[in-house]
């Protein structure tokens, strides 16, 4: 009697596991669509104007930089291990992106003074903008909202010389971001 109970058991578990099958799928697919879809919504758009204070206490807007490229790159918090990767990774291809005509701006929902203590760690040359209202990070639709905190999503943004978003990134590798950028910048950049 054990066995038959066991069996009808494995057999009511393995149908459950069977029907939930399509069901994952269809969760990873609409997650995939929603990524695509994001990405869509923002390309060929006009970027959102803002106006933001970088480490140094200096104000930035988009306006500011009409007439450049404009790589807009949101981080989730100062000081994590993905997050100074990434900025270091930024870091190192700088040269290669201000001889581009572009600028690179880090932005995160830290303030003015947790960014100064994480640019000087780590020596950045370029601007990371304190977001701490979640201003921006709201207007592009990337607030992650972790119960007691809020962060921004790693996504960022190439904007051309006139405002216009060209490409958005919903999905980042922190080691090959800055590199697949300038990569892309330079691809648009000869056409």
């Known amino acids: 009697m054990m066995n038959t109970i066991k069996s009808k058991v494995l057999v009511l578990c393995s149908s459950l596991f069977l029907l939930s099958a399509p069901t994952l799928s269809s969760a990873q697919t609409t997650l995939f669509s929603k990524q695509d ?8 758009q006009s970027a959102p104007d803002f106006k ?10 988009l306006n500011q ?3 450049k490229w404009v790589v807009l790159y949101f981080y989730p918090k100062d000081n994590t291990a993905g997050c100074t ?17 572009a600028v690179v701006l880090g932005v995160s929902l830290d303030d003015v003074a947790s960014h100064q ?6 020596g950045l040359p370029f601007p990371i903008l304190a977001d701490d209202q979640g201003e921006l990070a709201t207007k592009f639709g990337i607030v992650r909202n972790l119960g007691i905190t809020k962060i921004a999503k790693r996504e960022s943004f190439l904007i051309n010389p006139q405002g216009a ?10 080691q090959t971001h800055a590199d697949q950028v300038l990569k892309d910048l330079k691809t648009l950049q000869s056409k």
């Open 37 to 44: 879809t994001a990405q869509k919504e923002w390309v060929g």
């Open 52 to 61: 933001l204070q970088d480490q140094t206490g200096k104000w930035h807007t």
């Open 65 to 67: 930089y009409k007439g």
């Open 85 to 101: 990767q990434e900025a270091n990774q930024f870091k190192s291809l700088y040269p290669q992106f201000t001889k581009s005509n």
């Open 117 to 122: 203590k994480f640019s000087e760690k780590l």
């Open 165 to 174: 978003v060209m490409y958005h990134y919903t999905s980042v590798n922190t």
